[in-house]
């Protein structure tokens, strides 16, 4: 585990939150292709908004059961995007993109997550959300203990995530990443600089915590 969690802020649609976003220190920001959410933007609308971006920010794209021609547009658009797959894309799907990605896991009792990372050996990451109906998390807490500890893959924690629950969440999981959406939003697809910012700072003291806890406990 990194001793720096890295931050995903989700759900961008305006120029003043993904620089919002890049002030607080997140790592990436994400654009939502998929039509039918609330934060839905177009390919050419993510390309114009991830043009702002200063180096090593990374443009996050979020797909759900694309075609192969939505893909192919959003990555000649955005040549450095991360993909983040959240429908039921097999492993050649994820990999025909193209591009490094993120496969999404919909956390729930019986799902087992060792089996599906297998299943995944390219993923980059997998970002653990909860199962809701439809796709996505709907901005809903699952039940952390669910994340097994021998995960191989990166782990990026999601779901129903703010300031007020980040920090327990990566003492708990310890994940690679955490990824946020409507845990900094004034309205769906809306984000709020100030929420943006506490969480952000959120993360830091969470990890702040992590390292002085190492300290405290030798080996």
Not at 142 to 169: K, M, Q
Not at 183 to 194: F, L
């Amino acid at each position: 585990m990194s001793a720096r969690t890295r931050i995903k802020i989700c759900g961008l649609t305006r120029e003043a939150d993904v620089d919002a976003a890049v002030a607080a220190g997140a790592d990436a920001v994400g654009f939502v292709l998929y039509e039918r959410s609330p934060r839905h933007v177009s390919v050419e609308r993510a390309a114009e908004l991830a043009r702002r971006l200063p180096p090593f920010v990374t443009p996050v794209t979020l797909f759900v059961n694309a075609t192969p021609a939505l893909i192919a547009s959003a990555v000649a658009a955005i040549p450095n995007l991360l993909a983040q797959f959240h429908g039921d894309e097999t492993p050649a799907d994820c990999a025909a993109a193209g591009r490094p990605f993120l496969r999404a896991a919909r956390m729930a009792g019986d799902f087992d997550l060792l089996d599906f990372a297998a299943r995944f050996p390219l993923a980059q990451g997998l970002l653990l959300d909860a199962h809701v109906d439809g796709y996505g998390g709907g901005g809903k807490v699952f039940d952390w203990s669910l994340i097994p500890r021998n995960v191989r893959s990166p782990v990026v924690l999601s779901g129903g995530l703010h300031a007020g629950n980040v920090i327990e969440g990566i003492l708990r999981v310890r994940p690679w990443a955490v990824d946020v959406s409507s845990g900094v939003e004034a309205a769906k697809g809306i984000k709020d600089a100030g929420l943006i910012r506490r969480f952000c700072h959120a993360v830091r003291e969470a990890d702040a915590l992590v390292v002085s806890t190492a300290v405290a406990t030798p080996p």
